[in-house]
């Protein structure tokens, strides 16, 4: 038996996410992500819709695609053999 799949849930517009495009935030309070204390919230859900209005705001975003590392070794500081690879051509919208 498999289990039921539900649509998520846009949380600006509170509506079902049905298109394809689906974006992830993570929210922090104040300007740092890296302090002796942070505040940051849960994950918001976004809709391509709500995307889009966002970035009619005035947001633009820096996309980056990273890739599992294949030669990846827990605790190391090298860059080679870290979890994420960036891939240097970059993602979507350069």
């Known amino acids: 038996m498999t289990r039921q799949t539900l649509p998520d849930i846009c949380d600006l517009c509170a509506k079902e996410i049905t298109s394809e495009s689906q974006y992830v935030f993570e929210p922090y309070q104040?300007?740092?992500?890296f302090a002796d204390e942070i505040t940051k919230g849960k994950l918001i859900d976004c809709?391509?819709?709500?995307?889009?209005?966002?970035?009619?705001?005035?947001?633009?975003?820096?996309w980056?695609?990273?890739?599992?590392?294949?030669?990846?070794?827990?605790?190391?500081?090298?860059?080679?053999?870290?979890?994420?690879?960036?891939?240097?051509?970059?993602?979507?919208?350069?």
């Open 30 to 33: 104040g300007k740092k992500t």
């Open 47 to 62: 809709c391509h819709k709500c995307f889009i209005g966002i970035t009619k705001n005035g947001y633009k975003p820096q």
């Open 64 to 94: 980056e695609t990273k890739t599992k590392n294949p030669n990846y070794v827990a605790g190391s500081k090298v860059a080679e053999e870290k979890y994420w690879l960036i891939k240097e051509e970059g993602g979507k919208n350069d």
